[in-house]
Structures are given as structure tokens and as C-alpha cells.
């Protein structure tokens, strides 16, 4: 009986951590596309030239 229900929780782990995974690939996804975009979209510098949209 112990065998079986640590079995479950393997399994419930790997899912949640299968599941955490996919996930953060998403985030990462989405703030590339963001990150990318800001190069695109800049606001204008001082004297009328490109400035970065960042702070650091």
C-alpha cells in the first residue's frame, strides 16, 4: 500500500512540475515578445533621436 501511494505522489509531482514548466516556457515567451517589441517601438530622446525604452 506505501509502495502504491508514493507511486501517486511521483506522479503527482511530476505532473505539477511538468505542468509548472510548461508555463514558465509561456512567460519566457511572452516577455521575449515584449522585449522585442520595444525595440520597434521607442519612444523618442532627448533631441529628437531614439531613446532606449529600458532604465538599465
Given amino acids: 500500500m506505501v509502495a502504491v501511494l508514493l507511486v501517486l505522489l511521483l506522479a503527482l509531482i511530476l505532473f505539477g512540475a511538468g505542468f509548472a514548466l510548461k508555463a514558465l516556457w509561456w512567460i519566457a515567451i511572452a516577455v521575449l515578445v515584449?522585449?522585442?517589441l520595444g525595440f520597434v517601438i521607442r519612444p523618442a530622446g532627448?533631441?529628437?533621436r531614439k531613446g532606449r525604452?529600458?532604465?538599465w
Fill in 34 to 36: 515584449v522585449w522585442l
Fill in 46 to 48: 532627448h533631441g529628437g
Fill in 53 to 55: 525604452w529600458y532604465r
